[in-house]
């Protein structure tokens, strides 16, 4: 597998040192690279320290197929970035570029399709084809699930209180956070309820009537998550990715598919932080923090080097950080039994393609740029999602795994030769159990009836493939740091959620170790690719220093 070209800084085998930062961050994802940018900015000596050979994460481009093909090979779309991220970083000058994403295209076997326009008027034509009553119910439902977005949308950045806390200025923000819930309605407070503990199947056949436009609109309330579409909390993930303005003035629910492909998101950041004076460092490999009087003191690497810092930031999964990274001894029980108990399943397999000519839907002849360049979803009711989760849940690969689909290449030139493409399949689900060890026949197999699913809506699809990579959990965790194979670092549940993520206490982006702070998608705002945490530890580590 080749990987993207990245700077490379690394001390020579048996040359090591100590070496003085005033920050250093753990890890080089997103949020990684935002944290660190940020705080250069702020005048801080800030290293990046990342295990693999390229910075990015998740949220990378690779040419698995050679040269000529650049693939997003997990994270493949980003959630606009917050307004302070693009701007202080100046992101856009350094490459950033946004398509956005527009409407959803469902095609079925027996050769019709549903496809969900942008466009208010056009979608209301196409969903009164399958049903008058939803056309109409999904006018209303673009109300509701607005007001209710417009009032958890800005509680993503904030930081949340330590609830049962007796200190006075924990019971000053919990008052706070009350104050500006103010303006919500006891009708809305109960809407808030039934989102946060219901199944996403439960709010939709409240609103919907035909299986086929229930089963599209709850995707996006299992993507990524080891729960089926009748399992409670799942509303909230589907609420999660609708999520309006965040406070800072822009939509982080306007989805996108960047240029270049997630590395051309991640490669922005880092050429912004090498622009503001921070050391990148690639195949670092944390050993240890080093804690002395229960204070962060620094980071030492498995080569011998050492990085003294009075400030630690790590992005990593939590149970990578506070249970591999950091001794026992230095934490406390409670909290090292929160986080060992922290729930990081994952049933999905990533199935990247290329192929040498776009497919053609049997319910759409020919190129169609709101088919081929939206997102093509493979998912036909809720009892076809259901089924595929239960299928795992029981300790067997789905016998018909569901599919989010993009084609980034149909807009973006610089990801295949002309007349040739990429497919970015997202799929699910494998059992969680998967991620503990390779199961490359059973993974192929189940690959191939992802691949099959598609040939029955796109007909010529599987002979166009000129290259395919699979990647399920076991992948995900032993290449990338995703543990269990979660994309969140953690399970976007009710249990998981707001003042518990990752530990109760702790969801401050502060640790029990003084100097050492947490900035990974399993703090609150985690979850897609935003830089919410990175922001939220920043100002952290500025208002205690």
């Not at 994270?75 to 606009?80: D, G, N, Q």
């Not at 307004?83 to 992101?91: E, R, S, Y």
């Not at 303005?245 to 590395?263: K, L, V, Y």
């Amino acid at each position: 597998m080749r990987l993207s070209t990245e700077t490379r800084s690394r001390t020579p085998t048996g040359m090591a040192g100590v070496h003085r930062f005033d920050v250093v961050v753990i890890g080089g994802g997103h949020n990684g690279l935002v944290a660190a940018g940020l705080l250069a900015k702020k005048g801080f000596k800030v290293c990046v320290l990342e295990q693999r050979e390229v910075v990015g994460g998740a949220a990378i481009t690779e040419t698995p197929f050679g040269p000529d093909f650049r693939v997003t090979a997990l994270s493949y779309v980003v959630s606009l970035l917050p307004p302070t991220v693009v701007k202080d970083l100046d992101l856009e000058k350094h490459g950033y570029q946004v398509f956005p994403q527009h409407g959803y295209f469902a095609p079925a076997a027996d050769g019709s399709a549903l496809q969900i326009f942008s466009d208010r008027k056009r979608r209301h034509a196409e969903l009164a084809r399958f049903s008058p009553h939803d056309a109409d119910a999904m006018e209303r439902w673009d109300t509701w699930i607005a007001r209710l977005a417009n009032v958890l949308g800005p509680l993503l950045s904030t930081v949340p209180p330590a609830l049962g806390s007796k200190s006075p200025i924990d019971l000053l923000e919990l008052a706070s956070l009350g104050w500006r819930l103010r303006g919500l309605d006891v009708e809305r407070v109960g809407d808030v309820t039934r989102l946060m503990t219901s199944s996403v199947a439960d709010v939709l056949e409240e609103w919907f009537e035909h299986p086929r436009v229930r089963g599209v609109m709850a995707v996006s309330g299992i993507i990524g998550t080891w729960a089926g579409p009748r399992s409670p909390g799942t509303a909230y993930v589907m609420t999660h990715h609708k999520l309006g303005d965040i406070g800072q003035g822009a939509p982080s629910g306007a989805w996108g598919f960047p240029r270049g492909g997630m590395g051309g998101v991640t490669q922005a950041m880092r050429k912004a932080c090498e622009a503001l004076g921070v050391t990148i460092r690639t195949g670092a490999t944390v050993d240890r923090v080093i804690v002395k009087d229960g204070r962060a003191v620094g980071v030492a690497l498995v080569s011998g080097d050492e990085f003294d810092a009075d400030t630690v930031i790590a992005t990593c999964h939590p149970q990578t950080a506070f249970l591999r990274l950091v001794e026992k001894q230095h934490l406390p029980e409670a909290f090292r039994r929160d986080i060992e108990r922290w729930k990081s399943r994952s049933g999905t397999v990533k199935v990247n393609v290329a192929v040498d000519r776009l497919p053609e839907f049997s319910a759409k002849k020919g190129f169609d740029p709101e088919v081929h360049g939206g997102t093509i979803v493979l998912a036909e009711s809720l009892d076809d999602l259901e089924g595929a989760f239960q299928d795992a849940a029981a300790g067997k690969a789905a016998r018909a795994p569901f599919a989010d689909l993009c084609i980034p290449s149909v807009f973006d030139d610089s990801l295949a030769p002309k007349g040739k493409h990429v497919v970015s399949m997202f799929t699910q689900w494998v059992p969680h159990e998967w991620a503990k060890r390779p199961n490359k026949a059973e993974l192929d197999a189940y690959a191939d009836r992802v691949i099959a699913r598609m040939e029955a809506v796109a007909p010529g699809f599987t002979s166009s493939i000129i290259g395919r990579q699979v990647l399920g959990p076991h992948e995900m965790e032993r290449d990338y740091g995703l543990i269990g194979g979660n994309i969140f670092h953690g399970e976007l549940s009710v249990a998981q959620l707001f003042h518990m993520r990752p530990a109760p206490g702790y969801a401050n982006f502060r640790t029990p170790i003084r100097g050492l702070y947490q900035a990974s998608s399993a703090t609150h705002g985690g979850g897609g690719v935003t830089g919410i945490p990175a922001l939220q530890a920043v100002q952290a580590v500025i208002h205690d220093r």
